[in-house]
């Protein structure tokens, strides 16, 4: 009996939540990897956004010429260099990883694919790309009409094109912030009645109680 009493009092030198939490630093790249569909999502628009932003810089800067040069160099310039950055980005979060540098969970879901991060670059890269469609858009509006009307037709369709694009992301990131708003609020307020499951044992009055007669009566 005093051996079962032993095996059934708490350990009240063992912390479960300290355990939960040196469980999961020594496997940080489960992290990483949370909620999977999501960041394969996020990682496959950014290669999307950088592919059409390379392809289009690149484009308007090999068909620059003396009539148009002005608008097709400086609006290439921008889209390249934005492809550059948001490679950069997925660069530097890939690199984090596999450094395994970072051990905050808030960190982690912010540099992470489908993180905060992905977030805050697809906003910027929207605006960008359209506050550049609108101004071509403008631009070729107002400008006074020449002999030959091919810049102004390329200019306008450009403007449109990255106007409809721009616009599109901008509505797609709002909606994708929303939406995980939308998730983040019942789960935090369900953190009160769930319960985290954690190896431990800890039991309480009546459970131990309990456990002890039922083990005393087996005997």
């Known amino acids: 009996m005093p051996e079962l009493e032993e095996l059934a009092a708490p350990q009240a030198s063992v912390d479960p939540v300290r355990m939960q939490r040196n469980i999961l630093e020594e496997h940080i790249e489960l992290r990483w990897t949370q909620d999977a569909r999501r960041s394969v999502v996020c ?63 808030e960190q982690i879901d912010m540099l992470k694919s489908g993180g905060l991060s992905d977030a805050v670059v697809f906003f910027i890269s929207a605006i960008i790309i359209l506050t550049c469609g609108v101004v071509l858009t403008v631009m070729s509006i107002s400008m006074p009409q020449v002999n030959s009307l091919r810049p102004l037709n390329t200019m306008f369709s450009v403007g449109v094109t990255l106007t409809v694009i721009g616009a599109f992301i901008f509505f797609c990131v709002l909606l994708y912030i929303l939406t995980s708003l939308c998730f983040q609020v019942p789960s935090i307020l369900s953190r009160g009645n769930i319960g985290v499951f954690t190896i431990s044992g800890r039991l309480s009055e009546n459970q131990r109680r309990e456990t002890t007669s039922s083990m005393a009566n087996l005997i």
Request: hydrophobic letters at 50%; one cysteine or more; charged letters at 10%.
């Open 43 to 105: 990682y496959s628009l950014a290669v999307v956004l950088i592919l059409i932003c390379g392809i289009g810089g690149i484009l308007l800067l090999y068909s620059t010429s003396s009539r148009s040069g002005e608008w097709r160099l400086a609006v290439g310039t921008i889209l390249c260099i934005l492809a550059l950055l948001i490679l950069l980005k997925q660069l530097l979060s890939s690199a984090i990883q596999d450094m395994n540098c970072i051990r905050n969970q």
